[in-house]
């Protein structure tokens, strides 16, 4: 995905990852400049974070899950691109439909999903819609207005069970 491109496999945004000895990561690479249009060498830097675990419901007994979910939308006769990713208590997503672009990012405080950071009037499915039932590879999930079908096409959960009261 990219926010000011409907060819993003056209768009050339490469690096090289090398950890630092602080918790983050130096990204360095090269890549088109969108205020010169010029190939142009850039340096990243990441904060390396541990996801927390985040309670799912299964009544009084509730397992924890540390896990990734990845959600991709991909409607070439509608232009339609978009993914999704879920990551512990992070949710975080693009999405393009023609010329518009919309990106949100959610953080599950207190044991409700927060939106963070919103931009374009596009809708991807909440981290709720998430939460609704057991997710399989290949299930399809949709926005709640039903503006897409995004399919599962990642998932992987580390559980372990705890006893936890409802909440």
């Known amino acids: 995905m990219d926010s000011r491109s409907r060819t993003p496999e056209d768009v050339v945004d490469e690096g090289d990852i090398f950890p630092q000895s602080d918790d983050r990561t130096l990204e360095t690479g090269r890549m088109v400049n969108p205020a010169t249009g010029r190939l142009t060498d850039y340096e990243e830097v990441w904060s390396d974070i541990d996801p927390l ?35 512990g208590e992070y949710s975080q997503g693009v999405v393009r439909v023609g010329d518009q ?7 599950l405080e207190d044991g409700k999903w927060q939106r963070k950071f919103r931009v374009g009037d596009l809708n991807l499915p909440s981290p709720e819609v998430l939460c609704r039932g057991p997710l399989s590879l290949g299930r399809k999930v949709f926005s709640e207005d039903h503006s897409g079908s995004w399919s599962v096409v990642e998932l992987k959960h580390e559980h372990s069970v705890a006893t936890l009261s409802s909440t």
């Open 101 to 107: 672009f919309a990106a949100e990012r959610w953080l």
């Open 53 to 87: 675990q985040v309670r799912s419901d299964g009544g009084s007994q509730q397992q924890q899950q540390t896990g990734c979910v990845v959600l991709e939308l991909k409607n070439d006769e509608q232009g339609q691109r978009g993914m999704l990713v879920c990551l």
